[in-house]
């Protein structure tokens, strides 16, 4: 199915306004809206067309023709379902869109909670991010990835360790990079590194790869095709270092990890706290392969899913602070325009 730019603006303003009547009502209503909320994501960008997400068809073909993928959960996925709906492929991406909006829900219920009576609000201001739609629509099976393991984290630290251990585990198998953001996660908490040290480390990387890029690319390509993974690395490598559009990305997260810095360092909750120390090793993972765009970009895209949370979490500084509430609709309002212009401009769907 493909929408006329007027349907998704009507979609985009049905979203926001009923969020708009979460903050009014009640814990069990809101419940209800978030529900409704998640059910509408996913009928409106489960049923799409097989050429809307550079990604689409290309997994269709996969579950089609069920091969075997070397992130083994993903094709534990795929085989499960066709059991049940087999080569129905459109049933197959609505199911796995659900699948995504629903764990993505999940974590926002847990880490907002749904007393929190902007919860609804934030939900919406992420699918108006353009990766989280993509991560939806798009590259499902990162989307899929690391929604499960930034749910599975939340859970370990804060909740139900055994669940939290099953479903981190899990998303490993989805996607090789949620590997390398867990062991950074892992390795940083374990070590107390400092949110400020991560921001200069990034910014050394990204100064080193204009200074060495040509070195990196010479070393990889001189080495087999089959090397660890670097083979995905290799085939991504082209001159687009310092193309404007992934400099203005890469600054976009970059500064508003240093005003999450920033504004933790006045008071920080253990919300802030959370998203700080996953967000941190997604910078700085990014920020060492950034010689390498493709795969810098969609690390970065991780952070679409979290910013919202962050925001929302904040803001009780509005009853503080009149200035915060005039920032905060200023970027619900952004975040609208940027939702309309991608899908008007067709950049959503693909990289």
């Not at 629509?137 to 990835?145: E, M, T």
């Not at 989805?174 to 892992?186: G, R």
Request: glycine share 4%; hydrophobic share 55%.
């Amino acid at each position: 199915m493909r929408y006329s730019f007027y349907v998704i603006l009507l979609f985009y303003l049905y979203m926001f306004l009923i969020s708009i009547f979460a903050i009014y009502c009640s814990e069990k209503m809101r419940k209800i809206v978030f529900m409704l909320q998640i059910i509408s994501i996913s009928l409106f960008y489960g049923f799409r067309d097989l050429d809307i997400g550079a990604d689409t068809y290309e997994y269709s073909r996969l579950y089609l023709s069920q091969y075997i993928h070397p992130d083994i959960g993903f094709t534990f996925i795929n085989k499960l379902m066709y059991i049940f709906i087999g080569d129905n492929v459109k049933l197959y991406l609505f199911i796995f869109t659900l699948l995504v909006s629903l764990i993505i829900g999940l974590f926002y219920y847990f880490i907002l909670g749904i007393n929190n009576k902007y919860v609804c609000l934030a939900y919406t201001c992420m699918y108006c991010m353009p990766y989280s739609i993509m991560m939806t629509v798009n590259i499902i099976r990162q989307g899929l990835s690391v929604s499960l393991f930034f749910l599975g984290i939340l859970l370990y630290v804060y909740y139900k360790k055994k669940i939290g251990v099953v479903l981190v585990v899990f998303s490993l198998f989805m996607h090789s990079s949620t590997i390398v953001i867990f062991l950074l996660f892992y390795s940083l908490r374990r070590a107390k590194v400092k949110n400020i040290t991560i921001l200069f480390l990034s910014l050394f990387f990204v100064i080193l790869n204009y200074i060495v890029i040509f070195n990196y690319i010479n070393i990889l390509n001189s080495l087999p095709d089959n090397y660890f993974l670097l083979f995905k690395f290799k085939d991504y490598i082209g001159d687009n270092l310092g193309k404007v559009n992934v400099v203005y990305k890469y600054l976009f997260y970059f500064i508003n990890f240093m005003f999450m810095i920033y504004l933790s360092s006045k008071k920080c909750s253990f919300i802030q706290k959370f998203i700080l120390d996953i967000i941190g090793p997604i910078i700085l993972f990014s920020s060492m392969v950034y010689f390498n765009q493709l795969v810098a970009t969609r690390l970065l895209a991780n952070i679409d899913l979290l910013l919202p949370v962050y925001y929302i979490s904040s803001i009780n500084s509005i009853k503080e602070n009149k200035l915060y509430l005039y920032l905060f609709t200023f970027i619900i309002i952004i975040l609208f325009v940027i939702v309309m212009n991608s899908h008007m401009m067709k950049v959503t769907f693909c990289m």
